[in-house]
């Protein structure tokens, strides 16, 4: 039993979990990333297969009910949690979303691989949320 608990204690240590990147919003505020030229195809490419808010418990394939990231407000209210999950920054690059198999159609079964973010792009979400949350809506 105590090394069953050991091993389990080390795995638990040692495994990946959701961090924050710690991105930051350079000031002032560039403006170069936003909703419109980035923001919105991002998550249509990578998120809303799961996350709509036109999609039933049974059609999220998972996906928790109000992490709806078809509009900029959805995204707003769980912010942190797209950034831990998805973004990547000074203190972690998280990969957990998307997932390694997604819907063909919005809603659907898991039937094809998923796209994955760049690099680039996952660091270019965790700096748009940083400025997003600052500004006015």
Not at 12 to 18: F, G, H, L, T
Not at 35 to 46: A, C, I, K, S, W
Not at 67 to 92: C, K, M, R, Y
């Amino acid at each position: 039993m105590k090394y069953l608990l050991a091993i389990t204690f080390f795995v638990v240590a040692c495994s990946d979990s959701p961090t924050p990147t710690g991105a930051v919003c350079p000031s002032p505020d560039p403006m170069t990333l936003t909703y419109d030229n980035f923001g919105r195809d991002f998550m249509d490419r990578y998120c809303t297969w799961c996350h709509d808010s036109s999609l039933t418990h049974s059609m999220r394939n998972g996906a928790p009910l109000y992490h709806d990231f078809d509009t900029l407000i959805g995204v707003l209210e769980v912010s942190n949690h797209v950034d831990e999950q998805s973004g990547a920054g000074p203190n972690a690059s998280n990969h957990f979303m998307p997932p390694s198999r997604c819907p063909t159609t919005k809603g659907g079964a898991l039937d094809k691989n998923c796209a994955q973010p760049t690099e680039e792009e996952r660091k270019n979400l965790a700096i748009w949320l940083a400025c997003e949350k600052d500004r006015p809506h």
